[in-house]
């Protein structure tokens, strides 16, 4: 039977499980404060940038299953399941700021009118769901509710597959009466055979940290093998071909790169180490990861300067801005690292990206940015390719070497051919060969 579902929270997260929950057969209600955002979303429109998420939105809007507010105690009264889905960034000593999640907590705490399943889908530290039971259990002794964690692990760029094909469906639940609920939620995914893991809710919310924390330190490993195949003269493309081929290790996230970013890496690696020195548990190669991280970024520069000399008054073309491609999020880019690098050296910076300009504009207003590749690297004397969007893949030799004024081509996703950019005079560099 179908679920009267509320979604608190309708950024990256919350809309994909808006217009999915809403598409499985459920009726949903997609709550947010942002006034902005919402209207945007009764018309149809999405606030973000994702593939395929408006035909979603549309189809479901007039199906009459979806719906979306800024009026959260109307949505929680009449709903049976509540989805957390707000924020959690990094909080100024690393852990997560929970002040979000707990806004809605005591929205819950305010409208908990019949018996109702609260679904964390935030990532949230290890006892957060515990927490909020123990909350509600205080504020509100004789309602009847059940908490229940399950993460998200949805990729930006490919959400909506993801929402519907995922590698498997996490939830953390404490009675059998909310695992029941949840396998009606989510009915329709138990028919096409998600392998659902159940377990308690602190297994679910360490589940979703080990996951990032083991992909992190994945790229981590790749990226200091690249620069080790630097120092050696080897290839780290033939090397992480090879890796890959070995079923235990498997191909995946063995592209090397300019660091990891996004809105979830970053942060989530920090809060495992915070839980672990709250744990007294020294996590000490996700410490490694991080700062390992932070000197990948770094590198980009540096190498740059190496080859180039003084960076001042030369002109930089970023291509790319987004954290990775098919996606506007520019959460801890890897290019908002080098934009930052670049301006401290005095370079002139032009940019350019299919998706993320509007939001990098708002936290580099300064720069200067192009709607076309082509313009952007027009009298540079260094072009970086940041971000591995499709169309950097196809950039023609002849004519990037006829608009530019300089010749250093710094291919920070190894998208390019180096031997062709080499045979047409660029000074090329990539990352690990
Ligand atoms: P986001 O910043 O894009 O969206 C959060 C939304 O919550 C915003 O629209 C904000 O206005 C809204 N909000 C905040 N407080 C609210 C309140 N009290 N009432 C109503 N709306 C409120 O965040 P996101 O990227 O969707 O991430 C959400 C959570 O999911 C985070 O914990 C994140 O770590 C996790 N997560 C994110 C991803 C990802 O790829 N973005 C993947 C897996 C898990």
New binding site residues.
Partial sequence: MSKNICV???????LIASVGLADLGNHVIG????EE?IKLLKSAKSPIYEPGVEEYLERNLNSGRLNFTTD?DMAIQESEVIYI????PEGSDGSPNMS?VD??VT?IAGNLNNYKVIVT????PVGTNRGIEKQLKGMCPEKEFDVVSN??????GSSVQDFFHPDRTVIGCTTERAKKEMFEVYRALNIISVPFIWCSLETAELIKYASNAFLATKITFINQMANLAEGVDADIHKIAQAMGLDGRISSKFLHPGPGYG???FP??TKAVVDTGDKCGIDMSLIREVIAANELQKERIVDRMEKRMGSLESKTVTILGLAFKQRTDDIRESPSIAIVKSLLQKGAIVNAHDPKAMKNFRKLFPGINYFNDSNEACTKADAVIIATEWNEYRNIDPDRLKSEMKGEVLFDARNLLDPEIFISRGFAYLGIGR
């Avoid at 608190?8 to 919350?14: I, N």
């Avoid at 709550?31 to 942002?34: E, I």
């Avoid at 889908?121 to 949230?124: A, D, G, L, N, W």
């Avoid at 993460?151 to 930006?156: A, S």
Wanted: neutral net charge; hydrophobic residues 30%; aromatic residues 8%.
């Fill in positions: 608190v929270g309708t950024g990256y997260v919350g709550v947010d404060k942002d955002k959260i889905a707000v924020g959690t979000y806004n809605v929205s889908k935030s990532t949230v993460p998200e692990f949805l990729r930006e996004g809105s979830c942060k989530d």
